[in-house]
């Protein structure tokens, strides 16, 4: 099955850029997704299409894809944004169909 | 304003059956495209994809779970069904559901319910 690989943590000062990776086989032939999700909270859709926004999510989050690494980058990163960032990607032909990335957790010094 | 939300016991013990519910608003189940999943994850670990339904009624499992699980709508209650079958500690986790959007061939989850902890214990 596919699998989407992310490191497991990043640390970022206030104001500084955090950038989440998340690699797979040929990543870049699919669009990916990215989800934040707070303490004991539901996963948000902050990133779909690769790189576009949802309505409501700042325009510091942006995402890029290529390769065999996809990124969701995070500009003059704020506390509010400490919290796991998962990838994820539709691959109809994986057993799984919807594969979530290992989850990274963003901690803001 | 789409909403979904989660229903079901908080704790099972070991063989049984769960059964969660997902009540939602804001969209409907009969319309044409719509679809809604099930998603869990575990204390501490990530998301794991578990089933899907569509406003056709096709249905989509993991496979490693599929011999477990089974999935259905109730589109007039705006309702979604789990169950999984012969309940073991290892299925502690948290469930979700989240509705899919579908553009030009890929899915995304958006939004999700607030999910419901489910415990496994004797």
């Known amino acids: 099955s596919y699998v989407l690989t992310q490191p497991p943590s990043v640390s970022v000062a206030p104001g500084q850029t955090a950038r989440i990776t998340c690699g797979g086989n040929?990543?870049?032939?699919?669009?990916v997704h990215w989800y934040q999700q707070k303490p004991g909270q539901a996963p948000v859709l902050v990133v779909y299409?690769?790189?576009d926004r949802p309505s409501g999510i700042p325009e510091r989050f942006s995402g890029s894809n290529s390769g065999n690494t996809a990124t969701l980058t995070i500009s003059r990163v704020e506390a509010g944004d400490e919290a796991d960032y998962y990838c994820?990607?539709?691959?109809?032909?994986?057993?799984?169909?919807?594969?979530f990335g290992t989850g990274t957790k963003v901690t803001v010094l | 304003q789409v909403t979904l939300k989660e229903s079901g016991p908080a704790l099972v013990k070991p063989t049984q059956t769960l059964t969660l519910t997902c009540t939602f608003s804001?969209?409907?189940?009969?319309?044409?495209?719509?679809?809604v999943s099930w998603i869990r994850q575990p204390p501490g670990k990530a998301l794991e994809w578990l089933a899907r339904?569509?406003?056709?009624?096709?249905?989509f499992y993991s496979t490693s779970l599929k011999t477990r699980l089974t999935i259905s709508k109730d589109t007039s209650k705006n309702q979604v069904v789990l169950t999984m079958t012969n309940m073991d500690p290892v299925d502690t986790a948290t469930y979700y559901c989240?509705?899919?959007?579908?553009?030009?061939?890929?899915?995304?989850?958006?939004?999700w319910g607030q999910g419901t902890l489910v415990t496994v214990s004797s």
């Open positions: 994820q990607v539709w691959d109809s032909s994986s057993d799984l169909f919807y594969v």
């Open positions: 989240a509705r899919i959007l579908a553009v030009a061939g890929d899915n995304w989850f958006d939004p």
């Open positions: 299409d690769d790189s």
């Open positions: 040929n990543i870049g032939s699919k669009s």
């Open positions: 804001g969209f409907s189940l009969s319309t044409s495209g719509m679809r």
């Open positions: 339904i569509d406003w056709d009624d096709d249905k």
